[in-house]
């Protein structure tokens, strides 16, 4: 018999005050076109391969907010995308630790994380 729950994660939820400045501002930190529409008033999905990122301002509250990453953005070049988003004047919360991760906040105060892996 088959497990009733499959052993992959869809989506994952971050909670965004402002859903079309979220949008902007996840698809430009990915390289992405802001495509895709914004669904029903605060949800947008940002295709991520087999797990999607969920922008979802209607759980927007303080104690939503994201403090410790719960997943990482994969990079092959830790130095590069360290340097592209201390560029963008993105808010570190860390510098390159153990040479292959750091992390830094959203407009919103979520903690982030990108990973050479």
């Not at 994201?66 to 993105?90: C, D, M, R, W």
């Amino acid at each position: 018999m088959l497990h009733p729950i499959s052993k992959e994660i869809g989506a994952i939820f971050i909670p965004v005050s402002n859903i079309e400045k979220a949008r902007d501002w996840y698809t430009e930190l990915l390289g992405l076109h802001t495509e895709g529409e914004i669904l029903y008033g605060h949800l947008f999905v940002i295709p991520m391969g087999t797990t999607n990122i969920v922008l979802d301002s209607k759980i927007s509250r303080l104690e939503n907010r994201i403090n410790t990453p719960l997943f990482h953005f994969n990079t092959n070049n830790i130095e590069s995308a360290f340097h592209y988003v201390k560029q963008k004047g993105i808010e570190l919360t860390t510098e390159i630790e153990h040479g292959h991760w750091f992390c830094f906040k959203d407009p919103d105060g979520n903690h982030l994380m990108i990973c050479a892996c």
